[in-house]
């Protein structure tokens, strides 16, 4: 059974930080892309961050420069540093896990920017 459970979350203060965890089971994480997408009341889902197997990342242009992905493939886990949050940026974050034909959502964790 795949399981990706995202945790981090929380309220922040706008210029403030936070680092997202996705713990994954069930699947071979080592060979799977790892993304982390968002999604805002009222929005669709949107593409926030990338990273292959082999550690090479991608990011949206609205957050480059202040997110940082990352992977631990002993702890099958993929984090998300968050910096310089902005209100707008509230939502809810989701971990996905794409590969070989599959592709995996985690349940999400909220993320509130706000003073």
């Known amino acids: 059974q795949v399981q990706l459970v995202e945790s981090g979350g929380g309220l922040v203060q706008p210029g403030g930080s936070l680092r997202l965890s996705c713990a994954a089971s069930?699947?071979?994480?080592?060979?799977?892309?790892m993304a982390w997408y968002r999604q805002a009341p009222g929005k669709q889902r949107e593409l926030v961050a990338t990273?292959?197997?082999?550690?090479?990342?991608d990011y949206s242009d609205s957050v480059k420069g202040r997110f940082t992905i990352s992977r631990d493939n002993a702890k099958n886990t993929v984090y998300l540093q968050m910096n310089i949050l902005k209100p707008e940026e509230t939502a809810v974050y989701y971990c996905?896990?794409?590969?070989?034909?599959?592709?995996?959502w985690g349940k999400g964790t909220l993320v509130t920017v706000s003073s």
């Open positions: 996905n896990a794409h590969g070989g034909g599959s592709d995996y």
């Open positions: 069930g699947i071979a994480f080592r060979v799977y892309n």
């Open positions: 990273i292959n197997g082999g550690g090479n990342t």
